[in-house]
């Protein structure tokens, strides 16, 4: 009896390499993975659906003023990617979603001005949200590009999970311009960044590293040290583990120079591009004092820009992206800024 217990625990084994010997997993703990794998599936899933379900939105809100497309192109690898039938990450780059609008009374032949708008959020995508302001940009004249860069959400777990937090999300928007230039009729000399919270730190790297691709920039509200934010910001900034997810795998307080490097506030001296900076005192998601330490670090470097400090802006930290008569003034201001620069 002994021998055929020891044969069926061995056979058992073979069936199911995973589990060791004398450590069989029971029926109701592997249904509930199952379960639980369905879900998370389900999630990712749901998850595309409303991506998909708001994309049909933009035709629908901005067709009448813009030929709207979304098109793909490449970023930089990930360099946390698996290698997949012995092609490393290096020869494989990663794939990039990007909304296009170009404005319907353009003329043919006729090179026309550049926005290229990142999205806010760590871990958030280009939606609806912003269809009021796209119509205003296209209205006047510019083609606007709105990247989905890596970490955005709707295209599954693995662009979700290939998020590079002030890195690699740069270049991958940097990219976004570059292929507009190269398959749009837009003219190299007039583009320019405009970004609000996190795609407020996004558009400053972008010009800060790539000073000869850009005329101009607007930040919003932007996120601008994140030494300081990890510091006051939520829970989520709490977590080790999902800190690691956004700083490639380390915590600030393992590299603080990798943090530094991607932080607008450590990085002011390489600007060269004209800068417009708004913000208000009651922002309860990037504080003002934050913003405030940004501005007195290019005051500090000598940097000519412009800026402004809204005191308790009804709509805090969206204060100039809603239908308010100051949001609308104030957005009147980032056209008039652009215009100088792009027109």
């Given at each position: 009896m002994?021998?055929?217990?020891?044969?069926l625990?061995?056979?058992?084994?073979?069936l199911?390499?995973?589990?060791?010997?004398?450590?069989?997993?029971?029926?109701?703990?592997?249904?509930?993975?199952?379960v639980?794998?369905?879900?998370?599936?389900?999630?990712?899933?749901?998850?595309?659906?409303?991506?998909?379900?708001d994309?049909q939105?933009w035709?629908?809100?901005l067709?009448?003023?813009?030929?709207?497309?979304?098109?793909?192109?490449?970023?930089?690898?990930?360099?946390?990617?698996?290698?997949?039938?012995?092609?490393k990450?290096?020869r494989?780059?990663?794939k990039i979603?990007q909304?296009?609008?170009?404005?319907?009374?353009?003329?043919?032949?006729?090179?026309?001005?550049?926005?290229?708008l990142?999205?806010?959020?760590?871990?958030?995508?280009?939606?609806t949200?912003?269809a009021?302001?796209?119509?205003?940009?296209?209205?006047?004249g510019?083609?606007?590009?709105?990247?989905?860069?890596?970490?955005s959400?709707?295209?599954?777990?693995?662009?979700?999970?290939?998020?590079?937090?002030?890195?690699?999300?740069?270049?991958?928007?940097?990219?976004?311009?570059d292929?507009?230039?190269?398959?749009l009729?837009?003219?190299?000399?007039?583009?320019?960044?405009?970004?609000?919270s996190?795609?407020?730190?996004?558009?400053?790297?972008?010009?800060?590293?790539?000073?000869?691709?850009?005329a101009?920039?607007?930040?919003?509200?932007?996120?601008?040290?994140?030494l300081?934010?990890?510091?006051?910001?939520?829970?989520?900034?709490?977590?080790?583990?999902?800190?690691?997810?956004?700083?490639?795998?380390?915590?600030?307080?393992?590299?603080?120079?990798?943090?530094?490097?991607?932080?607008?506030?450590?990085?002011v001296?390489k600007?060269?591009?004209?800068?417009?900076?708004?913000?208000t005192?009651?922002?309860?998601?990037?504080?003002v004092?934050?913003?405030?330490?940004?501005?007195?670090?290019?005051k500090a470097?000598?940097?000519?820009?412009?800026?402004?400090?809204?005191?308790?802006?009804?709509?805090?930290?969206?204060?100039?992206?809603?239908?308010?008569?100051?949001?609308q003034?104030?957005?009147k201001?980032?056209?008039?800024?652009?215009?100088?620069y792009?027109?």
């Amino acid at each position: 009896m002994r021998h055929s217990l020891q044969f069926l625990l061995c056979l058992a084994t073979a069936l199911n390499p995973a589990l060791p010997l004398g450590a069989q997993e029971h029926p109701e703990e592997t249904r509930l993975k199952q379960v639980e794998k369905r879900l998370d599936g389900l999630n990712w899933e749901l998850d595309a659906l409303r991506k998909a379900t708001d994309d049909q939105l933009w035709f629908q809100r901005l067709s009448d003023v813009a030929l709207v497309d979304k098109v793909t192109y490449t970023g930089p690898p990930n360099p946390r990617g698996q290698e997949t039938y012995g092609i490393k990450n290096d020869r494989h780059p990663l794939k990039i979603q990007q909304y296009v609008f170009v404005p319907r009374k353009a003329e043919p032949g006729r090179k026309l001005p550049l926005i290229v708008l990142p999205h806010g959020g760590v871990h958030s995508d280009f939606g609806t949200y912003h269809a009021h302001i796209v119509r205003e940009m296209v209205e006047r004249g510019y083609i606007v590009v709105a990247p989905d860069y890596r970490g955005s959400t709707g295209y599954g777990k693995g662009l979700y999970d290939a998020i590079d937090y002030g890195g690699l999300e740069v270049d991958d928007v940097v990219a976004g311009r570059d292929w507009a230039v190269a398959h749009l009729p837009v003219d190299p000399k007039r583009c320019a960044m405009v970004g609000w919270s996190h795609g407020g730190l996004i558009a400053l790297m972008a010009v800060f590293d790539h000073p000869e691709k850009f005329a101009a920039c607007y930040a919003g509200v932007p996120v601008s040290d994140l030494l300081a934010r990890v510091g006051y910001a939520g829970e989520e900034y709490r977590d080790d583990a999902v800190v690691r997810t956004m700083f490639a795998g380390k915590t600030p307080s393992e590299d603080v120079e990798m943090v530094r490097r991607r932080s607008p506030v450590w990085n002011v001296q390489k600007l060269r591009t004209p800068l417009l900076i708004h913000t208000t005192t009651n922002d309860r998601d990037v504080n003002v004092v934050e913003v405030e330490t940004l501005l007195t670090a290019l005051k500090a470097a000598g940097k000519a820009f412009e800026q402004k400090v809204y005191q308790d802006a009804p709509g805090g930290h969206s204060f100039n992206r809603i239908d308010t008569t100051l949001a609308q003034d104030s957005r009147k201001e980032i056209y008039q800024f652009l215009e100088k620069y792009l027109k």
